[in-house]
């Protein structure tokens, strides 16, 4: 944590950033994004944030919303990423659990953790930072990858939850003491004009480095600054390391059947309430100081928890499975 009380210290008060948890709200094969009205989906998510999550969500999720999963009451945003497996040497699979990050409120249900910052943790590069519109969705990565794909998708062998290096491009090849964060970071330069593209990245353009380092300018094609938005996601595979392979190969596989992770890939919808995201990127505010209306609403770990949107799918996601859901 040295880094992070190290940048704080550096941060100049006209700059704001957003950190916060959400519960997962619910874990199913569907994906509204890149196939929508299909149910099932291809493969299995785990989804944060607002209860207006369905497979065919229109624009408008942030009016429609009567509740969320996230310590902001305003946003009804939905955040999600594929699930991680576990499989076993007998040729079956188990889901692995989402635990709670460091420096959230206690009782998190599973969940991710929610990035809006500015240029980097601790500038925001003396420009405007525009929040997204209503009907704005991006997705990073993409599963058919088979080497590394672009920067910001990342993961971590945790010693602690409080580990934060070294960032890999795949699977820890070692099991991992504290569990493995999946970390991805969207691109934050926009083309001022499309809310999605076909292929949900090309309205976007990636000046993102490593590390919520400093990104760099956002070039004329793509020249409005958005929020930069990540996620963290904490697997618990601790579990399960007692139960690797005795050829020692990694037995970790992503949902639609990745054991390398070059395809990890996360979606965004957008769907704050109103302007909160502009007046929190317009203030000074950092992490949990944004909250209790200073300058956004806010809500307790009880309120998010108990926020669940039912799956449509029916199928087991939790037993030792024969194969991935889907596959
Ligand atoms: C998703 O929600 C919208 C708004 O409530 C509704 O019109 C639509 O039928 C829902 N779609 C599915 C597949 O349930
Ligand atoms: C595989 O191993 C798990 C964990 O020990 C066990 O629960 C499961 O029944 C096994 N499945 C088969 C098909 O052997």
């Given at each position: 944590m040295k880094w992070l009380s190290l940048t704080l210290a550096l941060v100049a008060p006209s700059q704001a950033a957003l950190r916060f948890g959400c519960s997962t709200v619910s874990i199913q094969r569907l994906d509204p994004l890149v196939e929508p009205g299909k149910i099932p989906s291809a493969h299995l998510h785990q989804i944060v944030g607002g209860n207006a999550f369905n497979a065919t969500m229109g624009d408008d999720i942030g009016?429609?919303?009567?509740?969320?999963?996230?310590?902001?009451?305003?946003?009804?945003?939905?955040?999600?990423?594929?699930?991680?497996?576990?499989?076993?040497?007998?040729?079956?699979?188990?889901?692995?659990?989402?635990?709670?990050?460091?420096?959230?409120?206690?009782?998190?249900?599973?969940?991710?953790?929610?990035?809006?910052?500015?240029?980097?943790?601790?500038?925001?590069?003396?420009?405007?930072?525009?929040?997204?519109k209503p009907g704005f969705r991006m997705t990073v990565g993409t599963p058919t990858a088979t080497s590394k794909y672009g920067p910001g998708l990342k993961f971590v062998c945790l010693q602690n939850k409080g580990t934060r290096f070294p960032e890999l491009d795949d699977f820890p090849t070692k099991p991992c003491a504290g569990g493995i964060m999946t970390v991805h970071h969207f691109p934050a330069c926009w083309d001022g004009k499309n809310l999605d593209s076909p292929d949900h990245q090309s309205h976007m353009y990636n000046t993102v480095k490593d590390a919520f380092q400093n990104s760099g300018p956002c070039p004329a094609s793509h020249p409005i600054r958005v929020p930069q938005v990540a996620y963290e996601t904490l697997w618990d595979t601790t579990q399960f390391n007692n139960m690797w392979p005795s050829d020692g190969s990694q037995p970790f596989t992503l949902s639609y059947g990745d054991n390398k992770g070059y395809g990890t890939h996360a979606d965004y919808v957008f769907g704050w309430k109103g302007d909160a995201l502009q007046r929190a990127m317009d203030s000074s505010c950092m992490f949990q100081a944004c909250e209790n209306g200073r300058p956004l609403a806010s809500q307790g770990v009880q309120q998010m928890n108990a926020c669940q949107v039912k799956s449509t799918v029916d199928e087991d996601i939790d037993g030792w499975l024969t194969s991935l859901p889907g596959m």
């Open positions: 009016d429609r919303g009567t509740c969320t999963t996230c310590t902001f009451s305003e946003d009804f945003s939905n955040y999600w990423t594929a699930v991680m497996f576990f499989k076993h040497p007998n040729g079956t699979y188990k889901r692995v659990p989402i635990m709670q990050n460091t420096a959230l409120p206690n009782g998190i249900n599973g969940g991710m953790t929610i990035y809006y910052t500015q240029q980097d943790f601790s500038s925001n590069g003396n420009q405007k930072i525009t929040a997204f």
